[in-house]
Structures are given as structure tokens and as C-alpha cells.
């Protein structure tokens, strides 16, 4: 099943819309789901105050849960040969036109 180039932007679209509207998923996305939950759970004790999230412990302990879970994605099998190279060759921001 081929997809048209603005069904494509539409989902990316949705996820982003998502993702502006809750900033959670901007640090939950990626590949290994154990990790995510760590994430979350970290980010959850110390938004309702139980830890705090500024201490250099905390922000250690989130910086290399965070690192796993781009390196979960980056080396992940369901992750295509395409995308790799591209995170490898990283490229400024283009302007797209999905209408046409």
C-alpha cells in the first residue's frame, strides 16, 4: 500500500499536534518501551513534587535514560536503512508543500 505525500505529512501532522499539546511523548517516543516507562515515571514524581527534577542526580539519571532511548531507536531493526542514514547525515530544516 503506497501512500500519497499528503497522507504522509497528515500523520506526521497528528503525531506533532499530539506531541505540541502534551510534551511527554517528545521524551517517551523511541523504541525500547521499558525505558520510556523509567522516563515517564521520573517525570511524573517530580512534576507532582515527590522529587526534584533540577537536582544533578535526577537530571544525570534522565540524560542517560534519555540517551538509551535514542540509541534503542537509532540501532533498532524495525528502524529502516533510510532513516539511519539520515540520522547519521543530519541536514537543516526544508520547507515542504504537502498540497501539491
Known amino acids: 500500500m503506497t501512500r500519497s505525500k499528503a497522507e504522509f505529512y497528515q500523520q506526521a501532522s497528528l503525531s506533532q499536534k499530539l506531541s505540541h ?3 511527554h511523548f517528545q521524551m517517551l517516543a523511541g523504541a525500547d518501551r521499558q525505558i520510556s516507562k523509567s ?3 521520573f517525570l511524573t514524581l517530580g512534576e ?3 522529587i526534584d527534577l533540577n537536582d544533578p542526580n535526577m537530571k544525570l539519571t534522565l540524560a542517560l535514560l534519555d ?3 535514542k540509541a534503542a531507536f537509532a ?3 524495525k528502524v529502516n536503512e533510510i532513516t539511519k542514514m539520515g540520522l547519521m547525515m543530519p541536514k537543516g530544516d526544508d520547507i515542504v508543500d504537502a498540497s501539491t
Open 67 to 69: 540517551i538509551q532511548r
Open 75 to 77: 540501532t533498532s531493526e
Open 21 to 23: 499539546k502534551d510534551n
Open 48 to 50: 507532582l513534587g515527590y
Open 39 to 41: 522516563i515517564g515515571f
